[in-house]
């Protein structure tokens, strides 16, 4: 490192009330097309090819530096003479024969400030940015911070419910994805309209406020079955496979290897070695205004077309079409009748119902005595 970086490093880090961010990222986003009379663009997304945790604090620094960023959340756009600041900052690492991550982005997004998006004739505004989140503890403050906080998750740099995420439907807007990109829902027919008028074939794959995680994060070591079924925002561990059937939401996921033939709703989390059967369903936090965090441990088995309102240890297993609420009742080995929240998180337990009367039975595949001790007078 340059003794000229590491004083200008030293120099942004040293001014009164300047705080090092807890993560930052330099992004692409795109904005509204607006209409006649409409006052702003509003943000559609925002993709963060790399993204700093707790990291690469100089490269903070000089971004810092070219925008006047000193703490808190913060998004600044970027002209074409920030940028041109900031490379020149990291001109010592230019040609030392490594790669620079945060460089790279710099350099490869430089080009969309020189040359403007044109789909078959129609602008399409966007901005590159830097994104500073001061901590992740705190709400996020607009979609864009959003977005960083939806890359982190899927570049598997936070797990699930490692960060604060209240309040975010409320930041995100609607967006019809499509072929060519995001648009704003309120213009959209009128660019259609300009886009098939001159000859672009345009597909719209969803609206809404969540994109495919695999249009703007791939991680490494996993398959997708089928792209639409997994959202920004979802943690995928190497070695998970999600099947055509699969599903995974934002802020749940898997920490391990696993296969996902399953429903993983929103806030669940997935141990390693756990198979989600086809069809089956996990109950998330957004299921009825639930609170509830579903976690199920390692080497654990949902049956095909079965469901999980209550979290489960390691070793678990649950019978083909078996539905478990937290107040489903629940018959023990010694004839006890309980609901199934007072089993949440145990280890090694079976749950099955009975073929001839149609009761919720649960065994201990290793250990009885373990569970009837766990239970005693619940």
């Known amino acids: 490192m340059s003794e000229v970086f590491t004083a200008l490093v030293q120099s942004v880090e040293s001014q009164p009330g300047y705080q ?35 990291e690469n604090f100089g490269s903070a620094a000089v971004l810092a530096q070219v925008t006047g960023y000193k703490a808190g959340a913060k998004t600044h756009y970027l002209s074409i003479d920030q940028v041109e600041r900031a490379l020149g900052h990291f001109a010592p690492f230019l040609d030392d024969g490594k790669y620079h991550a945060n460089i790279a982005v710099l350099q490869a997004l430089k080009q969309s400030l020189l040359v403007s998006k044109s789909i078959n004739g ?6 590159v940015v830097i994104t500073f989140i001061a901590d992740l503890t705190h709400k996020p403050v607009d979609a864009h911070d959003v977005y960083l906080r939806l890359h982190l998750l899927s570049q598997r740099k936070v797990k699930p419910h490692g960060q604060n995420l209240e309040g975010i439907f409320g ?44 249009d703007y994060v791939v991680p490494s070591g996993v398959r997708i079955a089928d792209a639409d079924r997994v959202r920004l925002g979802a943690h995928l561990a190497e070695g998970t496979t999600v099947m055509h059937e699969g599903f995974c939401n934002f802020n749940a996921g898997t920490l391990g290897r696993s296969m996902v033939e399953g429903r993983i709703s929103a806030g669940v989390v997935i141990g390693n070695g756990t198979d989600i059967g086809g069809g089956a369903s996990i109950m998330g936090t957004l299921s009825g205004g639930g609170k509830e965090v579903i976690q199920v441990g390692q080497d654990c088995l949902l049956g095909a077309n079965s469901g999980l309102g209550i979290s489960l240890g390691n070793g678990c297993t649950i ?51 373990v569970l009837n001790a766990a239970l005693h007078g619940g």
Request: proline residues 6%; charged residues 20%; aromatic residues 6%.
């Open 20 to 54: 090092r961010p807890a993560a930052f990222a330099v992004g692409l986003a795109h904005l509204g097309i607006p209409l006649d009379g409409a006052n702003g663009q509003k943000i559609l997304d925002t993709w963060y090819p790399v993204v700093n945790l707790a």
């Open 122 to 127: 129609v602008e399409v505004p966007r901005q």
């Open 319 to 369: 019978e083909s079409g078996l539905y478990i609420t937290a107040g489903s009742k629940v018959k023990l080995p010694d004839g006890r009748v309980i609901k199934a929240a007072a089993l949440s998180g145990h280890d090694d337990l079976l749950f099955r119902r009975n073929s001839l009367n149609g009761t919720i039975e649960v065994i201990a595949k290793k250990n009885q005595v």
């Open 171 to 214: 930041l995100l807007n609607n967006v019809v994805w499509t072929n060519h990109g995001p648009f704003d829902p309120e213009s959209f027919e009128r660019v259609r309209l300009q886009l098939q008028a001159a000859g672009a074939e345009v597909r719209v794959h969803s609206v809404d406020k969540f994109p495919r995680m695999v």
